[in-house]
């Protein structure tokens, strides 16, 4: 925290530690006593964001022969002496010892965490080349698809779902949840959707509440001419002469009830009708009614209520494209 603060302070660019082979090997049995994974062993590297140490490939005594032969002055930190300390534990009790079983052992444990830390890399390469065919970008959320026939499938989803703030059981947890269980992390929001995780930035909910006109939310007026091809996957169709303006684009609420095209003119709470369609939470968030004098015209961008559906009398539609709604009101 300290060394953080200071480079945040002051007009430093890289920050130089002293750390030694020694440390590394009393950093590797440290870590290992805490029930670490692989990343944590080999953690102490030569860099390390702004961290540099050039050092780490001398051990500690030829440091002390360097300095004592060019007359270079150092402070020894009475605190490394005492043994209440673990590190200093293992410096000063089991190190020694396993030296004087084998005196090769410092190098023996040198080379292991040098094949640990190859190992590493390899592990990150391979882990990001997997989470191209498994994370989807939906633009308004990454969707990371969970496939159980993959070997460790836990351990997997935790190395990716690591750099989003969790920890392992959390992840495990995440993973084994049933649909809508939501974590929340410093930075992310991580949501269980069926077979996916949905994975995003903390975002406040905004409120939308105002009059528009079809130019605002990507709605283009057309005369119906006789070879219009109808695309209902991207757009929502609307009879432009079957509602009063002005009209109104607002969020859905719990009370509120519309007529959906498939039920032939029943009414249906919007909540029930977004749970039936297994519309996930993030998305809910994102839905709006568009309205006229309290009416619900269309559920965007789901679909039009059926009072406003086009039929063969309609002579002019209201046309709104469900991803230029998308990206210029709910991102």
Same mark, same amino acid.
């Given at each position: ?117 190859? %190992? ?72 269980? %959707? ?98 006229? %004098? ?38």
């Amino acid at each position: 925290d300290f060394f953080n603060q200071l480079m945040q302070t002051q007009p430093c660019k890289y920050l130089l530690t002293a750390h030694h082979q020694d440390d590394k090997i009393e950093h590797f049995f440290l870590a290992a006593s805490r029930g670490t994974g692989l990343k944590g062993l080999v953690s102490l590297k030569p860099i390390h964001e702004y961290k540099r140490r050039p050092l780490l490939f001398l051990d500690k005594s030829q440091i002390i022969a360097f300095a004592q032969r060019n007359a270079i002055e150092y402070r020894n930190d009475l605190s490394n002496e005492s043994v209440d300390y673990t590190r200093n534990f293992i410096r000063h009790e089991i190190i020694p010892k396993m030296i004087n079983r084998d005196s090769s052992f410092s190098n023996k444990i040198s080379t292991t965490i040098s094949n640990l830390s190859a %190992d590493q890399s390899l592990l990150v390469e391979l882990i990001e080349s997997k989470k191209q065919d498994l994370i989807i970008d939906r633009h308004k959320y990454l969707c990371l698809k969970l496939n159980s026939k993959i070997s460790q499938y836990n351990l997997l989803y935790y190395y990716i779902l690591r750099e989003y703030g969790l920890n392992a059981t959390q992840s495990e947890e995440l993973v084994n949840s049933k649909t809508g269980t939501l974590l929340i992390t410093n930075e992310f929001e991580l949501l269980k %959707d069926r077979s996916s995780i949905l994975i995003r930035k903390i975002k406040s909910t905004t409120e939308t509440n105002a009059i528009v006109v079809p130019n605002d939310i990507g709605m283009v007026i057309n005369h119906i001419p006789d070879n219009l091809l109808f695309d209902y996957h991207s757009y929502i169709y609307i009879d432009n002469e079957l509602y009063n303006k002005p009209i109104t684009l607002r969020n859905w609420k719990n009370g509120d009830f519309f007529k959906p095209f498939g039920l032939r003119g029943a009414r249906k709470k919007v909540k029930d009708y977004l749970t039936d369609k297994k519309v996930n939470r993030f998305d809910k968030e994102d839905v709006l009614v568009l309205e006229s %004098d309290k009416k619900i015209i269309a559920l965007l961008p789901l679909e039009v209520s059926y009072d406003y559906r086009i039929t063969d009398k309609t002579k002019q539609i209201l046309q709104i494209k469900k991803h230029e709604l998308t990206a210029s009101y709910l991102l």
